[in-house]
């Protein structure tokens, strides 16, 4: 159901839509939410925590070509 909504979204040339499964909280979400800071990052802009998350590729802009619908995915990014 929710991947059948998802397929019909509109997305540009170059993105890929992802139905992620689990995000993972680590050390470093902890020290963003405690202390709005680790080291000398300083979380200066809203900022979405949990960066280590996986699932699977539903939808890709027609530019991507090393991607595919089906494509089980995990990435290690921070989300601002
Ligand atoms: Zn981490």
Request: charged share 15%; proline share 4%.
């Amino acid at each position: 159901m929710i991947t059948r909504l998802l397929n019909q979204l509109l997305i540009n040339i170059t993105d890929v839509l992802l139905e992620m499964y689990v995000t993972g909280i680590c050390g470093s979400d902890m020290h963003y939410w405690k202390h709005m800071a680790i080291g000398p990052f300083i979380v200066t802009d809203p900022m979405i925590i949990g960066h280590e998350s996986s699932g699977t590729v539903v939808k890709v802009g027609k530019n991507v070509k090393h991607l595919k619908p089906g494509n089980l995915i995990n990435s290690f990014e921070n989300l601002y």
